[in-house]
Each structure stands twice: as C-alpha cells, then as structure tokens.
C-alpha cells in the first residue's frame, strides 16, 4: 500500500509532488503529505557537500517545509490549498497512505520528521521490529509524536547522520537494522538537493533526465516526466540527484541498476472524459483483451507464447499446477486451473497466496506454481513465489506490469498487457489474467497431447473472439444498470455458481463487497442445502450464474430451492435462454460461449452491476473505503 514520491532539480517540486500523488492515490488515500528542501536565500540549493565550512553553510541556509493532511480523499486536495504559501525549493517528497499501524490522523500521516526537524523519510510497508527500535530510541531520548512504524527510521538515520555519514550511508546503515518489507525516501537538509531510496520487497523505481532525479512506487506517476527508469533490486539503495543516479548494495558496493521498459504512455492513466477510471477500464475490456492475445492466438487457432522461457520438455514434464494469488486474481487463477484439468489434463488446484506458504507446501522439481498479481507486487503472492522456489519448484508469474518484481523472481512470466489499471476494482486486468490463462492452458494441452488438433482450433478461435463477445455484452449496459436500480437498496446478496461459475459468483460477491459495501457471499450452488439455505427467505436475494454447460440443469433445481423459500432470483443467463429466464426475476444476458470460456463474458454485467450500485449508493467507485490497489503489506 502507500505512494510515494520523490523529485530533485526541479523549480516547482510541490507541483510534481502534488500531480504524482494524485496518480498514486490508488494505493491508499487515509492521508498525504509532502516535504520540501527549501533555501533559505537564493542559489543555495546547488551548494557542495565538501568541507565542514560549506556544510555549515547549507545546514544554515537550508530547512525542511513540511505539510500533511488525513481528510481521506480530500488530502490531496486540502494540500493543494497550502501550495500559494509554499517557499521555494528543488527537492522533495510526498506520500499517499494507506493505514497500518496507526489510526488515519494527521500527526500518523507521512512525511516524518527526526528530532531536529532536518531529516525526512516516507514509508511503504511495514517495519516488523519497530518496537523494539522505538524503545531503544525513547531510551535514548528521542521525541517520537506519532504512532507509526514509519516514524523510527526518521531518528535512526539522523543518529547515524551525527557520526558524520553521508545520507547514503546513514540509510544503508539503517537499511541494515530493520526487519519486514519495506520501500524508504530520505530527504535532508544537509544534501538539499539528494533525494536516498531504498526497499526491500516493496517496489520502488528512480529516475532521471539530464537536469532532473525522481523516486517512484508507481511508474504512472513520473512518466510524464522521464521514461529512463530504474527498479531497485532488493536491499538496494539508490542516491538520485539532479541528473544522476547512483546505486549501492546492502554492503556499499556500486552496482548497475536495472532499466524499466516502458510500453504505454501517461496519456493511458488519464480518465479521457470518463466519469471515473473504473467506467474508462470496464469499457477498455474489449481492446485489453485484443492486446492480451496479439500473437498468442494463431490464425489457425493454435498457440504460441515464445516469452515464456520453458523449453517444451520442461512443460511437458510438469505433473501438477498450483496458482496462488489474491482477491480477483485468485479468481482468475481459479478459471484458470478448471481450464489446465480439462485441457491439458494435468491436476491443478488455485490456492490463497496468504495461506499458501504457512502451510509447509509439498512441492518438487515436477510442479509448477503459477503467480498471478495485476501488479507483480502483491506482497502475499510474492513471499509465495519465493517459497515455491525454495521448495524446488518451477515457478511462473501471469503479471500486468512488465519488470515487476514478481516477473523478475520468476522461472517465466507471462505479461497480460491490458495498460495501466488505475481503479482500485480490479476490471480489465482481471480479464486479460483470465483469458490469458486460458491461452497457457491452451497451449500446455497441445504439448502434452491432451487435446485433438481440431478440437485445439475450434478453442482457440473461440478465444480468439472472446474480444467481440465482450463488446456485444458492454452494448447491454443498460439492461444491466436496470437490474442495479432494482438492488441498489439491498444490503445482502448470495452469488451461487456450479464448476466454472463458482470463481464467477466469488467475483461478483467481492465486486459488490468492494463497491457498494454491500454483504455479499459467494457459494457453489450445491451448498446451499448444506447450511446456507437457512438464510434465504423473502427478503433474500440471490445472483446465479447460469449460462448454459454441463450442469445448467442442476443449478436450475437450486434455483427452484431459492424461489421456493420466497428469495428474488437474479440469473446471469445466455442471450435468448427462455428457459432460464421464465423461472427467475430478472436475467443479465450475456453471448453464449463454450462453458469454460464463459467467465470471460459472465464477469462483465456483475462488474457493471456493482458498478451501478455503488454509484447508486453515492459510493466513490475508483476509491472504495479502506482499500487500496496494491497490497505491499501482510
């Protein structure tokens, strides 16, 4: 969670600040913050670090302008009140949070000071031994005003700066004391125009131009002003000022960074005259998943995904799958090992990624474990990664962000390509990780055998027009805004679905949750007799995902159960279905398709649906409460 921002060499770096926070605001919104190096006199911003009379004249001339505020989505915008009364000044950083230890106060909010109200740092992540540093420095007798974990390794680099280190020594010093996964800026008034990063797990990039350093969690949120990036590897510490970058290892030795390649535009962060980013992403679906399968669908409906790295007997040798992933990823992960099973029959099985490496997991040389995060960043999903490779196994990442730190640790990695995804509600990228899934599965039952070249073909064309059939449903918006009007007062929603429509109710039930803050549960239809079923009555309403395949019969018998106990039925039903239509109260039609590509045109009415609610409810659809896009915490 958290943004943050850094900029050097600049004449306005409170409006850089400002813009770039405003694009990070997805990975959290409790407060912001921003602090600038400011020059007391003019000219001294450039002054040399060399000598204890130059020093003295920078520590003279040179102080930190901090301001904060923590009125939720209305920071950034209460900072850009401050921003006519802010001095002058070349260097800064700023700061979006997402709450962890700590309530969402202005005092919590970052940036955070040290003792002497010199020193700056900003925080992503969480630092594990924060009490016991915290107490080592009260001790000591330093004045800590917040509750943060943040907050301590403020007062560390200012005691390591008073044994005359540098501000990249201090920070690599202090880099080496803490525990848990971190993404650090530094600022200091005594190197007015050097901004120090570094991270452990949590991402962080740098960048510059030939007058201009900056520091980033976000590419979005810099690219508008330099595309020569650089991702920090793991213990990492970077020191960027204006014009140059230089990078260090945990143990002081140079290193060369490693270049960022950068294939969309900051033009595909913007809104382009939609309302929000939600309703901009839902309608890109068609074009995201077009660019998803460019080159991976054969006009011959074969598959080819060259990027992979696996040689075709490393696949062939692989005898059970295991996906990992969070939240709607997990989702699609879930589609996804239905589709492996059934083409390329190999076992395969979708676990949460939180859980996935306490549990001491079995795996050899022979399994390959699929990491799926729209980010590649998801702090779960990575530690699961690591853990599947310790273990032995291969490991492949399904990543939207190229050069993620997921993409970078593992085997091989597919890129889902669907541009940048700014609503928190995971939309188009939840549908490119699903079809493109559904390619690898493709492509593993034609090496493995399992599947007819015909029948391969017929799959792969029907993929291949998964793009168009997304369109045709996003055309039937309005029949699904007219069913949210009819439940946009309703605050309890069971999502049923058998085999393949299970993960599509998972999906619906948490974009309602999401959005509308609306309880919604999702159960594999067969369950409901087992306990569930208590619940239904007259006031009970219940979204059933009923497009037809094998077992379209027996979730129609769960759906007399439901109306037999009174409960307003909703069907998510293939156009024309008649049938399904005459036995509940109101259909969401979808194209019809083959039952295992299904969810790719299933999702699209339940995330309008959600959508519509929320909006219904006066709900801020791109910033839904306590979330964040991505999670960089445990």
């Known amino acids: 969670m958290c943004g943050i921002i850094g900029v050097t060499g600049v004449d306005d770096p409170l409006r850089m600040l400002l813009d770039g926070l405003a694009l990070l605001e997805y990975r959290g919104y409790d407060s912001a913050g921003v602090a600038l190096i400011t020059a007391d006199r003019p000219g001294d911003g450039s002054a040399p670090v060399d000598g204890a009379e130059a020093q003295s004249a920078i520590d003279r001339h040179h102080s930190i302008w901090r301001e904060r505020a923590a009125v939720r989505a209305q920071s950034i915008p209460e900072l850009e009140r401050l921003a006519p009364t802010a001095p002058a000044a070349r260097a800064g950083i700023g700061h979006t949070r997402w709450a962890t230890h700590g309530p969402p106060t202005e005092s919590n909010a970052h940036p955070h000071l040290d003792c002497t109200g010199r020193v700056a740092i900003v925080h992503n992540g969480i630092i594990e031994n924060h009490r016991e540093i915290a107490a080592k420095l009260d001790a000591a007798g330093h004045q800590r005003t917040s509750a943060t974990d943040s907050e301590v390794v403020a007062h560390l680099i200012e005691d390591e700066l008073e044994t005359g280190a540098t501000l990249l020594e201090a920070v690599r010093r202090c880099a080496g004391v803490l525990r848990g996964d971190f993404a650090l800026a530094v600022v200091y008034a005594g190197e007015p125009d050097t901004l120090v990063a570094t991270r452990r797990t949590s991402p962080l990039i740098v960048g510059r131009t030939d007058s201009v350093g900056v520091v980033s969690s976000d590419i979005a949120a810099v690219l508008g002003t330099t595309r020569d990036l650089y991702a920090l590897e793991d213990g990492e510490i970077a020191q960027v000022r204006p014009g140059s970058i230089t990078v260090i290892d945990a143990a002081g030795q140079a290193v060369e960074p490693l270049a960022i390649r950068v294939s969309w535009g900051v033009q595909a962060a913007q809104r382009d005259g939609y309302e929000d980013f939600m309703s901009?992403?839902?309608?890109?679906?068609?074009?995201?998943?077009?660019?998803?399968?460019?080159?991976?669908?054969?006009?011959?409906?074969?598959?080819?995904?060259?990027?992979?790295?696996?040689?075709?007997?490393?696949?062939?040798?692989?005898?059970?799958?295991?996906?990992?992933?969070?939240?709607?990823?997990?989702?699609?992960?879930?589609?996804?090992?239905?589709?492996?099973?059934?083409?390329?029959?190999?076992?395969?099985?979708?676990?949460?990624?939180?859980?996935?490496?306490?549990?001491?997991?079995?795996?050899?040389?022979?399994?390959?474990?699929?990491?799926?995060?729209?980010?590649?960043?998801?702090?779960?999903?990575?530690?699961?990664?690591?853990?599947?490779?310790?273990?032995?196994?291969?490991?492949?990442?399904?990543?939207?962000?190229?050069?993620?730190?997921?993409?970078?640790?593992a085997d091989g990695v597919l890129y889902t390509r669907a541009g940048p995804e700014v609503g928190v509600a995971s939309t188009k990228c939840h549908l490119s990780q699903i079809i493109l899934f559904q390619v690898f599965a493709l492509h593993l039952g034609q090496l493995r055998g399992t599947l007819d070249p015909h029948e391969a073909a017929a799959i792969g064309t029907q993929i291949s027009g998964l793009p168009g059939l997304v369109a045709r449903a996003l055309d039937r918006s309005d029949d699904y805004e007219a069913v949210a009007d009819e439940l946009a007062e309703v605050n309890d929603v069971f999502f049923l679905g058998r085999n393949i429509g299970y993960p599509i109710a998972l999906e619906g039930a948490l974009k309602l949750k999401e959005l509308a803050y609306v309880r919604a549960e999702a159960y594999a239809a067969g369950e409901m007799k087992h306990g569930p079923i208590s619940l239904i009555d007259r006031n009970a309403v219940a979204v059933v995902i009923a497009t037809r395949g094998p077992l379209w019969e027996k979730l129609l018998a769960n759906v007399e159960e439901l109306r037999a106990r009174g409960a307003t039925v909703v069907a998510v039903a293939d156009e024309g279905d008649e049938e399904t239509a005459r036995l509940v109260d109101m259909v969401l039609p979808v194209p019809a398709v083959d039952a295992l590509l299904s969810p790719v045109v299933a999702v699209v009415p339940l995330q309008i649906l959600a959508y519509s609610v929320a909006r219904a409810r006066g709900n801020d659809v791109d910033r839904p409460r306590n979330l964040a896009k991505v999670v960089t915490v445990e």
């Open 280 to 409: 901009k992403e839902i309608h890109e679906q068609p074009r995201a998943l077009t660019d998803t399968l460019i080159g991976r669908i054969l006009p011959e409906g074969t598959t080819e995904l060259e990027e992979l790295a696996f040689t075709e007997d490393e696949l062939k040798a692989i005898d059970r799958v295991i996906v990992i992933a969070c939240g709607s990823s997990y989702h699609a992960g879930a589609i996804g090992a239905l589709a492996l099973e059934a083409w390329a029959r190999i076992p395969a099985t979708a676990e949460i990624a939180s859980e996935f490496r306490y549990r001491d997991p079995v795996l050899d040389e022979r399994t390959l474990v699929v990491a799926i995060s729209q980010s590649g960043e998801t702090v779960d999903t990575y530690h699961g990664l690591r853990e599947a490779k310790r273990c032995g196994a291969k490991t492949m990442v399904i990543s939207n962000v190229v050069d993620s730190l997921m993409a970078r640790e």
